[in-house]
C-alpha cells in the first residue's frame, strides 16, 4: 500500500513555496498520496526523501509499452476508476489471435482490413497476438516471422515452452513483443528471456492472490516491465478480477497488482465474443484478445471503446470552418450547423445524398447540437455572422443565401441583420429532409 499524505507530508521541505503549483506542502503531499500530482514538480526534495517517496509518486497503474514507433500501444498509466472523475488516458488495446496452425497470411490480411472511419474518426485494431499451438519451435517462429512482415501493428507472442518463445524472439525481438506468458511453472526463465530481450512480459496466475504472489516473485528478480492476467476465462470471474485489480492498485495502492491487465474471450459464437469482450473493455482491461476478425463484430466493440475513452467533459468537435461537399463552385447552397462531431457529420452525410454540391459552415459553439447551442447562446446572429466572415463566404460565393436549421427559425432576423442584408432561407428541422429540401430550392 502507498503511503498516506501524512506520511509523505513529513518528508517534503514543509516551506509552502508553491513552485509545485499546489498552495502547501500538505496539499501538494494529499494529491501526491491520490496519483493527481507528480514528485518531480517540487524543485526542493531532498534526494533522500525522493527515494523514499518513490513508490507514493509512482502512478497506481504501471505504463508499460509494447511495441515500437508509432505503432506502439501504451498500457495502464490510469488513476481514475470512474470516467467522470478523470477521463480514462490509454484505451484498452483490442488484439485479434492467429494461431500458428492457420493461414497466417490470409488472418492477417483479414486484420489489417479492421479500419473504420465514423464521425470524423478512425478506428482500428492494435495487436495481433499470434498463438503456438503446434508446439513446435520452427512452426511458431515461422509463423511469428510472416506476421511481423505482414503488419507493423505491436505484437503478442503467446507460448509457454521458453524454448519455443526464445525461437520466436530471435525475429520478433525488434519489435518488442508482449511475452505471454511467466507462469508459476517456467517464470524464472521467462522472465530471464524477457528481461535479456528487453521485451515485457505478461504474468498469468490462477486467481488473485496467486497471480499477486508470482508478480512478487518476478519483480524480485529484477523485473517489473509486466502485464497481469489473473488466469480466468469464465465472464462473470473475468469481471470480478479486472475490477479488483483496478480497485487494489488505485485506492490500495497495491503494488503487486498495479499493473495493466490482459483479459482473453472464450466464447465460440461471434456475437456472444464481442459481447464478452465489450464487458472486460468496459471494466478495466488494458489488453482484450479476440479470436474474431470480421469487420461486423469488431466496428460495435471499437465504437463503444471511443466513446468510452473521450473526456465527458470535452464533445468531439469538428473544426470550426466552412466545408465543401461535393464539387462545389460560386454558385452553391451555404448550410449553417453547429461544430459538434455527430451533428455535423449527420448534416454532411445528407447534403452528400441531396446529390447537390453545398457549402457547411460548422459554428464553433464549443462541441454543441444546434438546439444546445442556441439555449446556451452560442449560436446567434452574431456567431453565425463571424463565422461567415472567417470563411469569406463573399469572396467565394456569386449569391448572399445562407440556410439556418429549421429549429432556430428564431434567429433568420439577427443573422440578416448580423450578415449585413444576407437573405436567410429556414431549412429543415431534421437533417434527414435536406435532400428533399435542395433538390425542391437548389436542383
Not at 6 to 34: H, V, Y
Not at 195 to 213: F, N, Q, Y
Request: aromatic share 6%; proline share 4%.
Amino acid at each position: 500500500m502507498g503511503l498516506t499524505g501524512l506520511e509523505i507530508f513529513k518528508q517534503l521541505p514543509r516551506t509552502n513555496c508553491k513552485d509545485c503549483g499546489s498552495p502547501t506542502c500538505l496539499a501538494f503531499a494529499m494529491a501526491l498520496a491520490n496519483g493527481k500530482a507528480s514528485l518531480d514538480k517540487c524543485p526542493h526534495v531532498t534526494d533522500e526523501a525522493r527515494e523514499n517517496l518513490d513508490s507514493a509518486s509512482a502512478p497506481p497503474i504501471k505504463l508499460i509499452k509494447v511495441g515500437t514507433g508509432d505503432q506502439t500501444v501504451e498500457l495502464g498509466d490510469e488513476t481514475e476508476l470512474f470516467r467522470h472523475d478523470k477521463k480514462f488516458y490509454h484505451p484498452t488495446a483490442v488484439a485479434i489471435l492467429v494461431s500458428d496452425q492457420e493461414d497466417v497470411e490470409a488472418k492477417v490480411n483479414q486484420i489489417k482490413e479492421l479500419e473504420f472511419e465514423r464521425v470524423g474518426l478512425k478506428f482500428i485494431t492494435d495487436m495481433v497476438v499470434v498463438k503456438n499451438d503446434s508446439g513446435d519451435a520452427d512452426t511458431y517462429k515461422a509463423a511469428v516471422e510472416k506476421a511481423a512482415a505482414l503488419t507493423d501493428k505491436a505484437l503478442v507472442l503467446m507460448a509457454e515452452d521458453t524454448g519455443v518463445m526464445a525461437k520466436a524472439l530471435e525475429v520478433a525481438a525488434g519489435r518488442k513483443p508482449l511475452v505471454y506468458a511467466a507462469t508459476a511453472e517456467n517464470y524464472e526463465a521467462m522472465t530471464a528471456l524477457a528481461k535479456d530481450k528487453g521485451c515485457p512480459l505478461a504474468v498469468r496466475g490462477k486467481g488473485l492472490e496467486d497471480t499477486a504472489a508470482l508478480v512478487e516473485k518476478v519483480a524480485a528478480l529484477g523485473y517489473k516491465e509486466l502485464v497481469v492476467d489473473t488466469g480466468e476465462r469464465e465472464t462473470s470471474k473475468v469481471l470480478a478480477d479486472l475490477t479488483q485489480v483496478r480497485r487494489l492498485a488505485v485506492k490500495k495502492r497495491f503494488r503487486p497488482l498495479g499493473y495493466p491487465t490482459i483479459a482473453f474471450t472464450s466464447k465460440e459464437d461471434p456475437l456472444e465474443e464481442a459481447a464478452q469482450a465489450t464487458v472486460y473493455l468496459s471494466k478495466y482491461a488494458g489488453v482484450v484478445v479476440m479470436k474474431t476478425a470480421e469487420k461486423q463484430h469488431i466496428l460495435p466493440l471499437l465504437s463503444w471503446r471511443q466513446n468510452l475513452f473521450t473526456d465527458p467533459q470535452k464533445p468531439i468537435q469538428v473544426e470550426a470552418k466552412m466545408y465543401g461537399v461535393g464539387d462545389v463552385n460560386e454558385n452553391s447552397p451555404l448550410y449553417i450547423t453547429t461544430n459538434f462531431s455527430l451533428t455535423y457529420y449527420i448534416v454532411e452525410g445528407e447534403v452528400e445524398a441531396s446529390k447537390v454540391p453545398s457549402y457547411i459552415i460548422a459554428v464553433n459553439t464549443d462541441g454543441i447540437s444546434v438546439l444546445t447551442a442556441w439555449a446556451a447562446g452560442k449560436l446567434t446572429g452574431e456567431s453565425i455572422a463571424a463565422a461567415m466572415k472567417k470563411a469569406e463566404v463573399e469572396e467565394k460565393l456569386a449569391h448572399k443565401k445562407v440556410v439556418i436549421p429549421g429549429h432556430v427559425a428564431v434567429l433568420s432576423g439577427s443573422v440578416e441583420e448580423s450578415t449585413g442584408g444576407w437573405e436567410v432561407l429556414v431549412g429543415p428541422r431534421e437533417a434527414a429532409g435536406i435532400p428533399k429540401y435542395a433538390k425542391a430550392n437548389f436542383a
